[in-house]
């Protein structure tokens, strides 16, 4: 079957840097995704990876190794609007996104 | 950036009555668009492929009699929740995608919060 695993919440400080972490199991692989969903609000795309490595975006970066069916998304000098909640997602063999349930990110001060 | 739409944003409607959401790509044709459904604190689930000018492809479990999809022209597709029970109580989202670019490129809509009374 298809399945993504993600913690279900973390914590960070402010001004911190932290790592939410995902494992993949499609059928099929045309890259994974990383959303940031606020409450109550459509996902925003933050980073796509189809390539093994990282890709560095401003204070995101996001890693894929898909000899081990997983990825990471970094959040570095973290702010308060960070809170949210961040969603892998791996697109299958149709093109098809398979959503992980998300990580919920509590920034503290 | 390409923009979509929905409408309403926000719908309540009594239990049995019909509600109709819309989704728009603004500033680009699209001939994919795809329906998702979200209940709190879960992930997205895909409901349905809408194809511009063809029927909906329907995910397993999604009753296409009850969720009915119009992809009628290459900017507008509208989803019908028919004869609506508090259980459809959810959040509905849309994404467009547009002709010419990578299969991976998904744009999506703001979200349609409904509630069944």
């Known amino acids: 079957g298809q399945n993504i695993d993600q913690p279900t919440e973390m914590t960070a400080t402010e001004g911190a840097i932290v790592q939410i972490n995902c494992t993949y199991q499609?059928?099929?692989?045309?890259?994974l995704f990383w959303y940031q969903q606020h409450a109550g609000e459509a996902p925003t795309f933050l980073s796509y990876?189809?390539l093994d490595g990282l890709e560095e975006k401003g204070r995101f970066s996001s890693f894929l190794s898909r000899s081990k069916g997983y990825s990471y998304l970094l959040l570095k000098e973290l702010q308060m609007k960070d809170s949210a909640s961040y969603l892998c997602?791996?697109?299958?063999?149709?093109?098809?996104?398979?959503w992980g349930a998300g990580t919920k990110l509590i920034i503290k001060p | 950036g390409a923009v979509v739409s929905q409408h309403p944003s926000w719908v309540i409607c009594k239990s049995g009555t019909s509600v109709k959401i819309e989704c728009r790509s603004l500033?680009?044709?699209?001939?994919?668009m795809f329906w998702y459904r979200q209940f709190p604190k879960q992930s997205l689930m895909l409901m349905a492929t809408?194809?511009?000018?063809?029927?909906?492809?329907?995910e397993q479990g999604v009753e296409k009699d009850k969720f009915l999809i119009n992809h009628a022209s290459l900017t507008l597709s509208t989803l019908t929740v028919t004869s609506a029970h508090p259980e459809d109580s959810s959040f509905y989202i849309c994404?467009?995608?547009?002709?010419?670019?990578?299969?991976?490129?998904?744009?999506f809509g703001p979200g349609t919060r409904l509630l069944v009374l």
């Open positions: 500033d680009f044709q699209a001939t994919t």
């Open positions: 809408s194809n511009e000018g063809s029927k909906a492809t329907y």
């Open positions: 990876n189809v």
């Open positions: 994404s467009a995608r547009p002709p010419g670019q990578g299969l991976e490129t998904q744009y």
């Open positions: 499609t059928s099929g692989f045309n890259g």
């Open positions: 997602a791996s697109m299958d063999s149709n093109y098809q996104l398979i």
